[in-house]
């Protein structure tokens, strides 16, 4: 069977949209897929633009949405089934709102879906035996059918490597690995345990190796371990971590990991000289009842040693903070920029708590009517989405934004370049670059001023106007969308 799997791009606004990293679960299926005699072509739009002449020969197409992406997705969704082509919807938020996504498409393949991609396929070919399928949703006329969730798949090491020719050369220099899966912290703003389950999984260090050395690095190539947490067993990474230092195998890489991997110094040494260059750590707030309500398990003491001790090895941190919390106020997102420059972490990003379905926050915040919208594009971490305790969305929207303007502003930058800190210098001017793009695009100053009317009591024509911004963003990737397919038919 002729097979195109696509991971749509976030919408342009999105700050983050800007680094091409694709994520593994549609490479591994495809891999999967082609290691069974299929045709397969994976299209990550962050990537590559679509190639709508492949997908229009394909058998089958699978989307893979995460929140922030679902509109495109469904885009996408609706023009293919008019165009009669099958469609099959993945990832975290098709799993956790299926019936919505199968307002777009035929099928929604549930949760880890490496187990049950091979016998749906089967299905498909013999046209029957859906039922079966664990883990799959499906509609007939008005009914609604969810076959049970698949289990999570116990063994890693029994997934094939990823083919990353699958995406046809457009890979960049920074390769994405996975060592584990699952996560058994309990934070109320996360989707991971949902998914994934609150046991670890890992994979053998030894495969993990194998697999860093299949991929044939280059000088500059950089290894991103996409672990939400690649220290959860230390015994493990720390074996890994041996066995590529006692290899060779030792490019630049970065990863997740917990402000606690700190107090292993054994752990760091390691980390240094296996080439490790940058953590990304999810502080999340400098608010010590933040912490507890999202319990992270640390106090702002530890955070600081933390924040020291990488830095005595020589790792750079990116220090992830998630603001307006029922805790939170107005001095709590001022602080947060202050507590980043003055505790030197090289890279922050201050994202809008977001209440993402599948998590206990959004079912809580849905439960109050305290959403906004469900303007699903919006769901980004950079737009105000739902009404915070103790300011207004607008407040929340503007002070967020002024902290990461204030780290990133252009003072910070020139300061770096007079400390002749080069690295930290181009850190922070590609921040300033960013922060300044996103504060002018058009449907950002849309939404500040929204935000802005809902604090002053203009509140009858929030669910207009928010239409009015989510139709512009159709309009543009509508437009996109006959461009693309003009140029496909010539």
């Known amino acids: 069977m002729k097979i195109v799997f696509i991971e749509p791009r976030p919408p342009d606004f999105h700050i983050f949209s800007r680094y091409a990293l694709p994520r593994l679960g549609t490479i591994i299926l495809g891999t999967i897929l082609e290691k069974a005699g299929h045709q397969i072509e994976v299209m990550v739009e962050t990537v590559e633009k679509l190639d709508y002449k492949k997908i229009l020969n394909a058998e089958l197409v699978g989307i893979s949405a995460i929140t922030s992406t679902a509109k495109r997705s469904y885009v996408l969704g609706d023009e293919l089934k008019k165009l009669g082509k099958t469609v099959v919807f993945g990832g975290p938020h098709p799993t956790f709102l299926p019936e919505e996504a199968l307002g777009h498409g035929h099928f929604v393949l549930r949760g880890e879906a490496e187990s049950t991609i091979i016998p749906f396929v089967q299905a498909l070919e013999e046209k029957s035996g859906l039922e079966k399928i664990p883990g799959l949703s499906f509609r007939i006329g008005d009914k609604f059918f969810h076959n049970p969730n ?8 029994d997934f094939p490597f990823p083919d990353f ?4 050369g457009q890979l960049g220099n920074v390769k994405p690995v996975i060592t584990s899966r699952g996560c058994p912290y309990d934070c109320s703003f996360c989707a991971v345990t949902e998914l994934f389950g609150r046991k670890y999984r890992f994979r053998n260090p030894e495969k993990v190796l194998e697999e860093l050395d299949r991929l044939n ?16 067993n230390p015994a493990n990474s720390k074996r890994l971590l041996r066995l590529m230092i006692e290899n060779k195998i030792t490019p630049k890489w970065t990863c997740q990991l917990r402000a606690d991997a700190s107090e292993d110094e054994e752990l760091l040494e390691l980390m240094r000289c296996a080439n490790c260059f940058f953590v990304y750590i999810g502080l999340e707030s400098i608010n010590p009842e933040t ?5 992270k398990q640390i106090n702002l003491d530890e955070i600081r040693s933390a924040i020291e001790r990488f830095h005595k090895y020589g790792i750079r941190i990116h220090g992830m903070f998630v603001l307006g919390a029922d805790t939170d106020n107005l001095e709590t997102v001022r602080a947060t920029a202050k507590f980043a420059l003055k505790n030197k972490i090289d890279t922050v990003q201050f994202m809008i708590l977001t209440p993402i379905p599948g998590t206990r926050f959004y079912k809580e915040i849905d439960s109050e009517e305290r959403l906004l919208t469900r303007d699903w594009s919006l769901y980004d971490g950079h737009h105000v989405v739902f009404r915070p305790r103790n300011m207004t969305p607008y407040q929340l929207q503007k ?14 930058v020139l300061w770096l370049f007079l400390r002749l800190d080069f690295i930290s210098f181009v850190y922070r001017s590609y921040g300033n ?11 950002n100053r849309r939404y500040y001023k929204l935000m802005k009317e809902i604090s002053n009591g203009v509140r009858s024509k ?8 989510a139709e512009d963003i159709r309009r543009y990737f509508k437009n996109l969308r006959k461009k693309t397919l003009r140029e496909s038919k010539d």
Request: proline share 3%; charged share 30%; glycine share 0%.
């Open 462 to 469: 929030l669910e207009d106007n928010i239409r009015k911004t």
């Open 433 to 443: 670059h960013l922060v300044t793009r996103w504060s002018r695009e058009k449907i």
């Open 217 to 232: 690095l280059e000088k500059n190539d950089v290894i991103f371990f996409y672990d939400d947490n690649f220290v959860a």
């Open 150 to 157: 698949p289990p999570f798949c116990t063994n890693l090491d």
């Open 165 to 168: 020719s699958l995406l046809n």
């Open 399 to 412: 002070e967020t934004f002024k902290s990461m303007a204030k780290f990133y502003s252009l003072w910070q």
């Open 291 to 295: 912490l507890r309500a999202y319990k």
